[in-house]
T-cell receptor, first 113, second 113 residues
Framework: QQQVRQSPQSLTVWEGETAILNCSYEDSTFNYFPWYQQFPGEGPALLISIRSVSDKKEDGRFTIFFNKREKKLSLHITDSQPGDSATYFCAATLNNYAQGLTFGLGTRVSVFP | GPKVLQIPSHQIIDMGQMVTLNCDPVSNHLYFYWYKQILGQQMEFLVNFYNGKVMEKSKLFKDQFSVERPDGSYFTLKIQPTALEDSAVYFC???????????FGKGTRLTVV
């Protein structure tokens, strides 16, 4: 059973639109949720993250909405740009030194001009 | 930004042979990780390493796997002997303090034939 699920698997938006990526998790002890952006041939790079004490985190065009009760979160990319075309991974962990990150399968986003 | 370097980027090896994957983590980081990603599947945590010791490992970290960082040199993942199912991309990562950003390398694509 996947601990972290992402939907949709792929998403296509036009430049300027808002892309919405969804994520849900099983383990209620998870308390730290980073989103990673990965371009082909590169390693994942931290985009934005949220801790379970918050319900929203904003950084420029990227916003995380977090619903602890439903164990769901979403990443909104507003004013999408062609350079945002990448795979986005939702991850979760218990925020201590020992626990590794549990990743979802990713959402591939394509932004067309 | 900070870089995690992985050497080599690709490695092809005969089944049963030994392979060592090398990682040069961010210079002042203290926590080191290996993740495994099979094509089309999610990235999965293998192991983390701190102060010369394995802190936590997943069920994917088989007895044939070992990690070390002798004298502050490369952080290595050794697989001996290799099996066909070890074919995957292996990502190295590092972080400074617990709960801080985890930086990933570009990965080493290992093909066992």
């Amino acid at each position: 059973q996947q601990q972290v699920r992402q939907s949709p698997q792929s998403l296509t938006v036009w430049e300027g639109e808002t892309a919405i990526l969804n994520c849900s998790y099983e383990d209620s002890t998870f308390n730290y949720f980073p989103w990673y952006q990965q371009f082909p041939g590169e390693g994942p790079a931290l985009l934005i993250s949220i801790r379970s004490v918050s319900d929203k985190k904003e950084d420029g065009r990227f916003t995380i909405f977090f619903n602890k009760r439903e164990k769901k979160l979403s990443l909104h990319i507003t004013d999408s740009q062609p350079g945002d075309s990448a795979t986005y991974f939702c991850a979760a962990t218990l925020n201590n030194y020992a626990q590794g990150l549990t990743f979802g399968l990713g959402t591939r986003v394509s932004v067309f001009p | 930004g900070p870089k995690v370097l992985q050497i080599p980027s690709h490695q092809i090896i005969d089944m049963g042979q030994m392979v060592t994957l090398n990682c040069d983590p961010v210079s002042n980081h203290l926590y080191f990780y290996w993740y495994k990603q099979i094509l089309g599947q999610q990235m999965e945590f293998l192991v983390n390493f701190y102060n010369g010791k394995v802190m936590e490992k997943s069920k994917l970290f088989k007895d044939q796997f070992s990690v070390e960082r002798p004298d502050g040199s490369y952080f290595t993942l050794k697989i001996q002997p290799t099996a066909l199912e070890d074919s995957a991309v292996y990502f190295c990562a590092s972080s400074g303090q617990p709960g801080t950003e985890v930086f990933f390398g570009k990965g080493t694509r290992l093909t066992v034939v």
